[in-house]
């Protein structure tokens, strides 16, 4: 019985360089289950909420650039003098810059937290959560 078991230990063994080996575990599978993580409750949760955050982050950046050239040249309201000789175009470009790193700071902050979820995800495959 326990060369048996052995046998059995020894199949899943996989060998390295220099004679070692590492053991496996049945239900651990080398690759990840693909099909059974995109059916998780789980992962379409997180999809849901990437996308609640990142469609209206992108709405409003786009939104916030193409206005910019559509005011400057269909229309004359950024040409007046804001303070002094900078005119609301020049106030209007430099708020796009604070725009953009802040949307990229939020984004990033936000996208580390997507990835922590998605590695749980995949440590509950690992485990052999999604079967």
Sequence with gaps: MAKKIESVFNQQDKTL????RVHTHPKISASPNYVAI???PEFKSLKTKKRKFILPIAIFFLLCY???PILTSYTTILNTNAFGDVAWVWVYS????????????????KANGFD???DEIFEKEKAGGYE
Excluded: D, N, P, Q
């Design 17 to 20: 360089s220099k004679g070692e």
């Design 38 to 40: 995109a059916e998780s």
């Design 66 to 68: 193409i206005s910019l």
């Design 94 to 109: 430099i708020a796009l810059f604070i725009m953009t790193w802040a949307l990229c700071m939020i984004y990033v902050r």
């Design 116 to 118: 922590r979820e998605a």
